[in-house]
């Protein structure tokens, strides 16, 4: 009994490619990539492109684009190198030039001081780092930044981008390491025509740039075409360009009188291009091409990151390093069909007017009806635009970016949900719920409903009526809806299962992208089915997120999809293989393999993940669950052991060992381990849920029940802790107890047949 009780539950461990990101729902987007047939143009160069655009070329070489990365010579770098030192938890690293070279004395991977030359700089402002060539052609982020705004500003200074924690040569975010590495983290965003080119055999790089910035054709794709049509004198389509990133089109801002905002003067019928082609670089997402594909949609050679938890507040403000577009595309100015240059100029990247944002905002938002008192309740000349509707995070220790959301301050949802406000920002020695009184007593209580709310709830146990409420709101961006999404828990009710199923046909990818992942919590053929029609998404990201649902259920797919499969389960495997250098990434072609029943091959992945990262949890638990199924308990066992004896804290090689041994037949070991995962990890209801019907089968129910219910407040919303709690009080005479957590769970779950099965039985 207690083998058929917990041994379904599965320890295959999947890792998302890192990052670690949309559209409007007008309908899909032109064609602005090249037509097939055409002959593919290459990199001309921004020299070129100066002969005939002068200023443009003027304005770019002042710009961060322009100083992206650079060889580090005595005219591009910017920090003290005359013998300064630097004390980090007392390692003191030197700064020196020798002979017109730059260098540093500090730690290497073994903690052992050595001399590393500095090889590029990378950015300007408001600071600098330094790049140190490695063998095997890797290039490593030094952990140490040059400060360059002024010294009134606590500037020209050497800092550590780790300053309130040692990271010494042990951890995974040491500056050697693989997460402090160039060619991965960093290249595709500051240099232009990029080949990665990484060696899986050597795990090693022979990384190519046509230019070492972010050059005009950084943006505008490569413009070898541009240039013969020009010497020609004659422009044919999109004037010899691969994409077109103009927006206006034939519309203007329009100022209404009534309102005080400016509106197109035409309907845009499809998403803006620009923030699709500048959240290549300005987004937090992931890569899932081997080439970037210019005048396509971002979704098409990156995943974007939803409003996920630890990247994004629950109200969709950003939180932890994110960029602008995962919090543009929340904004009322996206869905206005405000494009990036309406504010930015393209070719130096400032603000189009002045270094005033206000005065941006004032393009089209009459200053006599929103900058003064009567808007915004404070002194005339005391605030900024800005100060309320984009504030800002430090990230990088000194680099300030403000939020792109353009939202309007809403102090009642830090109440609920524990997201920041603009107004507390400011008055920090007040709370909230001041903040709140406040912002009522000035512009009342009718307040618009705020998807930050469900995702709170989904985040925190509410439940997924919330969520389900929320997702079918159209005037929500799709961004929050997605995420919404992926919130959703199982068992799902008949309403969700068709909440779903609706939002696969949604105009937005992001929301389709989120109905997919969503899809695992319904019967395995009831995913194949609904996941299938999505194998011939024009878009990538959807095809990838088809196959990747389907593939563990692929005997269940209706043949008419087989040949769909095949093709998106190959796009599945080269978008792994376009990271191969990262162990998340042959982790995820290791389960791809062993799910195609190729077991050799699933093998070799986990491997070459657990030598890339001899520490990395996921492959190794997931190379014992392949061996498990092989009948090779006792290699399965030994690899798990092997993890145990590198890493006696982690709690899921103690989780699945547990397991391993529930289907070993050795009970009183497999309880013992899973008691550790879940002492080890008491925040993981599934750690906790398990160890709780271990006991239970072994005929501790008593120790199960008490366990259960000194836990069950930690997990609000769990299913299966109040489901396991329920039936286990019902099944020792404890009727009214179990009625009462049925119910309880029956308010936050309406609509599961079983569980109201249960109730009627009680």
């Not at 995820?588 to 050799?600: I, S, T």
């Amino acid at each position: 009994m207690f083998v058929k009780s917990i041994a379904w539950v599965s320890v295959r461990l999947v890792f998302p490619i890192l990052a670690s990101l949309v559209v409007s729902a007008c309908g899909p987007a032109p064609q602005h990539a090249m037509p097939a047939g055409e002959l593919r143009p290459s990199f001309a160069g921004s020299a070129i492109c100066g002969n005939c655009h002068a200023a443009e070329l003027a304005a770019w070489r002042q710009s961060h684009h322009a100083l992206a990365m650079q060889a580090a010579t005595p005219g591009t770098v910017l920090g003290d190198f005359s013998d300064v030192h630097f004390d980090y938890f007392g390692t003191v690293s030197t700064f020196y030039e020798r002979d017109g070279r730059f260098y540093v004395r500090t730690d290497n991977d073994k903690g052992e001081f050595q001399d590393f030359a500095i090889a590029y700089t990378f950015g300007v402002d408001p600071l600098q780092q330094y790049l140190v060539e490695f063998p095997g052609g890797k290039l490593q982020v030094l952990p140490f930044a040059w400060d360059n705004r002024s010294t009134d500003s606590g500037g020209r200074r050497w800092f550590h981008i780790y300053p309130d924690e040692q990271i010494d040569h042990s951890d995974p975010l040491y500056w050697t390491g693989r997460e402090q590495n160039w060619n991965y983290m960093c290249a595709e965003c500051h240099s232009t025509g990029l080949e990665k080119n990484y060696h899986s055999d050597s795990d090693s790089f022979e990384t190519t740039w046509f230019e070492i910035s972010v050059g005009c054709e950084g943006c505008h794709g490569p413009g070898s075409r541009h240039v013969e049509e020009a010497e020609a004198g004659k422009f044919g389509r999109r004037g010899g360009f691969v994409t077109d990133l103009d927006d206006t089109g034939r519309g203007i801002w329009e100022m209404n009188p009534a309102t005080g905002i400016a509106a197109r003067s035409e309907i845009r019928m499809h998403p803006p291009v620009q923030p699709e082609a500048c959240g290549r670089c300005h987004a937090r997402r992931s890569v899932i091409a081997d080439h970037y594909e210019f005048g396509k949609r971002l979704t098409d050679t990156h995943t974007p990151a939803l409003l996920e938890e630890g990247l994004y507040f629950a109200d969709g403000q950003i939180q932890d390093e994110v960029y602008v577009y995962g919090s543009f595309l929340q904004s009322r100015m996206y869905q206005s069909g405000v494009s990036c240059s309406d504010c930015h100029d393209p070719h130096s990247a400032r603000l189009k007017t002045t270094t005033v944002p206000s005065a941006v905002c004032a393009k089209c938002h009459l200053p006599a009806r929103f900058d003064s008192t009567s808007h915004h309740h404070h002194p005339q000349g005391s605030v900024a635009c800005v100060d309320c509707h984009m504030t800002s995070r430090t990230y990088m220790v000194v680099d300030q970016r403000r939020d792109h959301s353009f939202r309007i301050p809403r102090p009642d949802l830090s109440i609920t949900t524990g997201a920041p406000n603009a107004c507390n920002q400011c008055h920090s020695d007040r709370d909230a719920q001041w903040a709140a009184g406040i912002v009522t007593s000035w512009y009342g209580d009718n307040l618009r409903d705020h998807y930050g709310l469900a995702i709170h709830a989904g985040r925190t146990g509410g439940g997924n009526q919330p969520l389900l409420a929320a997702i079918g709101v159209p005037e929500f961006p799709g961004i929050a809806r997605a995420s919404m999404l992926t919130l959703l828990r199982p068992p799902y009710s008949a309403e969700a299962g068709s909440v779903i199923a609706t939002a696969l046909g949604s105009a937005d990818p992001l929301v389709r992208i989120g109905a997919l992942r969503a899809l695992p919590g319904l019967d395995p053929r009831q995913q194949a089915d609904l996941a299938a029609p999505s194998l011939l998404d024009e878009i990538r990201s959807l095809r990838l997120e088809a196959a990747r649902v389907i593939s563990p259920q692929r005997q269940l797919l209706r043949s008419n999809f087989d040949q769909d499969f095949r093709k998106a389960e190959l796009e599945l495997e080269h978008s792994m293989l376009a990271t191969a250098e990262r162990p998340e990434s042959q982790t995820g072609l290791g389960n791809l393999y062993a799910e195609a029943g190729d077991p050799g091959r699933a093998e070799a992945a986990y491997r070459q993940a657990l030598r890339l990262d001899p520490g990395a949890v996921g492959p190794r638990i997931n190379l014992a669950d392949l061996y498990r199924g092989l009948g090779r308990d006792d290699d399965a066992e030994a690899s798990l052991r092997e993890g145990i004896r590198m890493q006696p804290e982690a709690a899921a090689y103690r989780h699945a060992l547990g397991l391993l041994l529930v289907r070993r037949d050795r009970p009183d070991e497999a309880l013992h381990e899973l008691e550790l995962a879940a002492q080890l990890q008491p925040a993981d209801a599934r750690y906790t849920y398990v160890y709780a019907v271990a006991l239970n089968s072994l005929g501790q129910a008593d120790a199960a029940i008490t366990y259960l219910q000194d836990i069950e407040g930690n997990f609000p919303g769990d299913f299966d802790i109040h489901w396991a709690l329920a039936t286990m009080l019902r099944d020792h005479g404890r009727v009214d107890e179990a009625r009462a957590v049925a119910v309880s769970l029956a308010e936050i779950y309406p609509g599961i047949r079983p569980l109201e099965n249960l109730l009627r039985s009680l």
